[in-house]
T-cell receptor, first 119, second 110 residues
Framework: DVKVTQSSRYLVKRTGEKVFLECVQD?????MFWYRQDPGLGLRLIYF???????EKGDIPEGYSVSREKKERFSLILESASTNQTSMYLC??????????????????FGSGTQLSVL | QKEVEQDPGPLSVPEGAIVSLNCTYS??????FMWYRQYSRKGPELLMY????GNKEDGRFTAQVDKSSKYISLFIRDSQPSDSATYLC??????????FGKGTKLTVNP
């Protein structure tokens, strides 16, 4: 069965802390993504990666960075956590698109999410 | 204008009802459309996807795209309590990024 695993289900951090959210997929997918999900705002793309050591900014990259040293692992880093980063964080992976042949993401496989609270 | 607009509901229906979930989108260049289902405390999972206009059916689910009005719909026939979830519409922006609606929370009552 396809699996995207996020290291923590719940996380509580203090303002100013450096926070690492880890994500591992076992499907050998090239593409990996980090989203945050907030009530009333929906899912918003933070960063994505098409390959090892490659990263692209999504719609809301400010305050975040990412690392992809291995194909199966994609980490989201909050350099200095702030209260407005309290959110549900969802990692996803996908194979290349069957529509376009390009690396894209109409079929995303999501992890169960990490609920991060920054106090 | 938001790229994808979706009524957040919530929507509550009796078991066996036909459910209609809807989204509108702003960019006529969008061609690929998806519906994701998200159960409570889980990540979204892809339910259906369609290309351009027309209908696509999968069991009790039908996805419909009307490009002339920039309207996408998901119909659920004979709805079941297990269909209770949040349904997210999405479209592909360019060749890279999925843009999601905010989701509609559906409850099917036994």
């Amino acid at each position: 069965d396809v699996k995207v695993t996020q290291s923590s289900r719940y996380l509580v951090k203090r303002t100013g802390e450096k926070v690492f959210l880890e994500c591992v997929q076992d499907m050998d997918h090239e593409n990996m993504f980090w989203y945050r999900q907030d009530p009333g705002l929906g899912l918003r793309l933070i960063y994505f990666s098409y390959d090892v050591k490659m990263k692209e900014k999504g719609d809301i990259p400010e305050g975040y960075s990412v690392s992809r040293e291995k194909k199966e692992r994609f980490s989201l880093i909050l350099e200095s956590a702030s209260t407005n980063q309290t959110s549900m964080y969802l990692c996803a992976s996908s194979p290349p698109s069957q529509f376009t042949g390009f690396a894209t993401n109409e079929k995303l496989f999501f992890g169960s999410g990490t609920q991060l609270s920054v106090l | 204008q938001k790229e994808v607009e979706q009524d957040p509901g919530p929507l509550s229906v009796p078991e066996g009802a036909i459910v209609s979930l809807n989204c509108t989108y702003s960019n006529s260049a969008f061609q690929y459309f998806m519906w994701y289902r998200q159960y409570s405390r889980k990540g979204p999972e892809l339910l259906m996807y369609t290309y351009s206009s027309g209908n696509k059916e999968d069991g009790r689910f039908t996805a419909q795209v009307d490009k002339s009005s920039k309207y996408i719909s998901l119909f659920i026939r004979d709805s079941q309590p297990s269909d209770s979830a949040t349904y997210l519409c999405a479209t592909l922006r360019g060749s890279e990024k999925l843009v999601f609606g905010k989701g509609t929370k559906l409850t099917v009552n036994p």
